[in-house]
């Protein structure tokens, strides 16, 4: 079973709206993170949020919000207010708690198969 | 504060080459994972290193080692290349247990 799935492969939106980009997730590891990746053309992973396992609120970054549903599994990344600048693979990820023999963490990200957004002008 | 840098940003190797491939992890930076990231997929973890040691594995045959050094810098090398190794591969550091921050990643083309 996928641990991460997106399934939107493409989305549109029109410049200055808002957008939805659908995350859902699947552990039984009561510790996990949840994370958004944007990924330009040029390749580069750029980190745009993060929510944990226990954060009771909504986890937000400037125009960035995470929509955090615990019981349904699904951690969705709304993009207010778009800009011609965000048009991009959006990659949503996941990192279960465990921790390894050397005393560091094995903190491997699950990626989903991404969301290619579009913004029009 | 640098952010992690890859070499070389592109390489162009025929099967059965064995290939290197750069990373230098962002300042304060401790732990470093690599990623393998096929076109039109997601990426797929590879391996970890902590403290100049292996971390956790994923599902990658031994063909694909690495290293870390003692600035935390570190090394993949892919022994025995295939066609289906060709893809972006993505270096990632962080301090333990936090985000982790790509670099721009290294494209290899196997021919």
């Known amino acids: 079973a996928q641990k991460i799935t997106q399934t939107q492969p493409g989305m549109f939106v029109q410049e200055k709206e808002a957008v939805t980009l659908d995350c859902t997730y699947d552990t039984s590891d009561p510790s996990y993170g949840l994370f958004w990746y944007k990924q330009p053309s040029s390749g580069e992973m750029i980190f745009l949020i993060y929510q944990g396992s226990y954060d009771q609120q909504n986890a937000t970054e400037g125009r960035y919000s995470l929509n955090f549903q615990k019981a349904r599994k699904s951690a969705n990344l709304v993009i207010s207010a778009s800009q011609l600048g965000d048009s991009a693979m959006y990659f949503c990820?996941?990192?279960?708690?465990?921790?390894?023999?050397?005393?560091?963490?094995?903190?491997?990200?699950?990626f989903g198969k991404g969301t290619k957004l579009s913004v029009k002008p | 504060e640098t952010g992690v840098t890859q070499s070389p940003t592109h390489l162009i190797k025929t099967r059965g080459q064995q290939v290197t491939l750069r990373c230098s992890s962002q300042s304060g930076h401790n732990t470093v994972s690599w990623y393998q990231q096929a076109l039109g997929q997601g990426p797929q973890f590879i391996f970890q290193?902590?403290?100049?040691?292996?971390?956790g594995r994923g599902n990658f045959p031994p063909r694909f080692s690495g290293l870390q050094f003692p600035n935390y810098s570190s090394e993949l090398n892919v022994n025995a290349l295939e066609l289906d190794d060709s893809a972006l591969y993505l270096c990632?550091?962080?301090?333990?247990?936090?985000?982790?921050?790509f670099g721009p990643g290294t494209r290899l083309l196997v021919l």
């Open positions: 990820a996941m990192r279960e708690g465990s921790v390894s023999n050397y005393g560091g963490s094995q903190g491997n990200l699950i």
């Open positions: 290193y902590y403290r100049e040691e292996e971390n």
């Open positions: 990632a550091s962080s301090k333990t247990q936090e985000t982790q921050y």
